[in-house]
């Protein structure tokens, strides 16, 4: 069985960063696709960025490209939302999803992926 943990998510000012951290178990980190998704009130959830094993390849939501950063670190069976210059349109549930399967990250990121793991969420509040 999988489990997806997500950490780190608070309260910070705008202008502040905080790290999210996905610590996946059930699976090795071989082939996978793993991604950040948010959900703030009122909206629909949306792909910020995902990861896959494939290269290392990433995709970015044009609203975080140059201030969030994903990576990976496969002996921790982690993945981690680098989040910089933070906005209050940042704010947002942050759901990290896991698949162990080698898929672009663009698709896995998109309305159209498949995900087939999701953690409980972390909430990420970004004041102005």
């Known amino acids: 069985e999988v489990h997806v943990v997500e950490s780190g998510g608070g309260l910070v000012q705008a202008g502040g960063s905080l790290r999210l951290s996905c610590t996946v178990s059930g699976f090795s980190f071989g082939d996978y696709a793993i991604g950040w998704f948010r959900q703030a009130p009122g909206k629909e959830r949306e792909g910020v960025s995902c990861?896959?094993?494939?290269?290392?390849?990433?995709y970015y939501a044009d609203s975080v490209k140059g201030r969030f950063t994903i990576s990976s670190d496969n002996a921790k069976n982690t993945v981690y939302l680098q989040m910089n210059s933070l906005k209050p349109e940042d704010t947002a549930v942050y759901y990290c999803?896991?698949?162990?399967?080698?898929?672009?990250?663009?698709?896995?990121?998109?309305?159209?992926?498949?995900?087939?793991?999701w953690g409980q969420g972390t909430e990420v509040t970004v004041s102005s």
């Open positions: 990861i896959s094993s494939d290269d290392g390849s990433t």
């Open positions: 999803a896991a698949d162990d399967v080698s898929l672009h990250p663009d698709h896995y990121c998109s309305p159209y992926g498949r995900r087939g793991n």
